[in-house]
């Protein structure tokens, strides 16, 4: 069986962009292929460490997160799909050492996000935020995992665990690990015309950032419904006078009309349709907030019916199949380095 991986960390409150663009394609994609793939969805905690965050709320929120990914959908009791969190399967951190050592520092520094983040974080940026790109390798090639269901920005580290991939398989002559598909073969295989990147309400020229310090530009699931209204009827436009659809020069009426296609479960062309021509941005807005809002009411109520314990026992089967399908691979991978015989 081929593997489908994903992971989302759990340091912050998931926004509804982390939901339409991480959990809802996942969790089409398990229903989709649950009988003829593998699917892991797994909490990459470890991830959590390269910017700060709060500790003490930390475990929390991962229990929190697994009950997202289930009241999203996911059928956790398919024997085929598996949850499980990075730090509770230690061949990761072996892996990403070892890859650590065939990575060239020039190709690992040109890493679009380090740079973005750094200039975020310059008073604390680590090695860990550098490094995370090969850690995230180690996570999708573990498990030979082909498709990597994942946001646009992160397109660069998938084609990092690639030729991380192809310079190891070539040195040792063998095929330690799957290639993963080509950023056009993943994005064909999510079904989608290219990454989505959901915007941000205040500054629709940028993606919406659950780590944004401004609350107003974006919608987190745990947002009460009401407030999350207000925001969309409040999120930034443009003065143009005439709804379209066009995301160089109006990304905000762009970004509205692919939440709602989303959310509704419509095709993007036919909500374009619907405001072809019009001229009363409230009227888009008014549908889109009402959207969100009826999501929001259904899905809090969803996590709010799923126990700590039930998130317990999904953990603790996920975990035991993910760490015997690490370790083989480590295994695998420390005899071609010579650590084994």
């Known amino acids: 069986m081929q593997t489908i991986l994903t992971g989302v960390r759990a340091n912050e409150e998931p926004t509804i962009g982390n939901f339409l663009g991480a959990y809802l394609p996942m969790i089409n994609l398990s229903h989709e292929h649950a009988n003829d793939s593998q699917i892991n969805m797994f909490v990459p905690d470890l991830h959590s460490f390269t910017t700060p965050i709060d500790h003490s709320k930390f ?83 573990l498990y030979d995992a082909k498709y990597v ?24 002559d063998q095929e330690l690990f799957t290639l993963p598909a080509s950023e056009a073969e993943q994005v064909k295989f999510m ?52 709804i379209r659809f066009d995301m160089v020069n109006q990304p905000g009426i762009g970004n509205l009309m692919a939440i709602e296609a989303l959310f509704t479960h419509r095709d993007l062309q036919d909500v374009i349709s619907d405001y072809a021509g019009q001229t009363r941005y409230g009227d888009l807005k008014t549908k889109v907030a009402d959207t969100v809002s009826h999501f929001l009411s259904d899905f809090q109520e969803k996590v709010a019916n799923i126990s700590d314990g039930d998130v317990e026992r999904v953990l603790e089967q996920g975990e035991a199949y993910a760490n015997e399908v690490a370790d083989k691979k480590l295994h695998t991978v420390q005899k071609a380095l010579g650590l084994r015989k």
């Not at 890493?111 to 999708?140: C, R």
């Not at 994942?150 to 030729?163: K, T």
Request: proline share 4%; net charge positive.
């Open 59 to 141: 475990y929390a929120q991962i229990i929190k997160g697994i009950k997202y990914y289930m009241a999203a959908g996911l059928d956790v009791d398919n024997p085929n799909v598996h949850i499980y969190r990075q730090s509770r399967v230690p061949a990761h951190c072996e892996l990403a050492w070892i890859l650590d050592c065939f990575t060239p520092f020039g190709e690992a520094s040109r890493m679009t996000q380090f740079k973005e983040k750094s200039e975020e974080h310059k008073e604390s940026v680590t090695v860990g935020l550098f490094n995370y790109p090969v850690l995230m390798a180690a996570d999708i090639l």
């Open 191 to 242: 079904h989608l015309e290219k990454g989505l990147r959901i915007r941000s309400l205040t500054d629709p020229t940028k993606k919406m950032s659950k780590s944004s310090t401004n609350e107003k530009s974006k919608i987190s699931l745990s947002d009460d419904p009401k407030v999350a209204a207000k925001k969309i009827m409040s999120a930034t436009t443009d003065s143009e006078g005439v």
């Open 149 to 172: 269901p994942l946001g646009e920005d992160q397109f660069q580290h998938l084609e990092l665990a690639r030729n991380i991939a192809i310079r190891m398989n070539n040195k040792f």
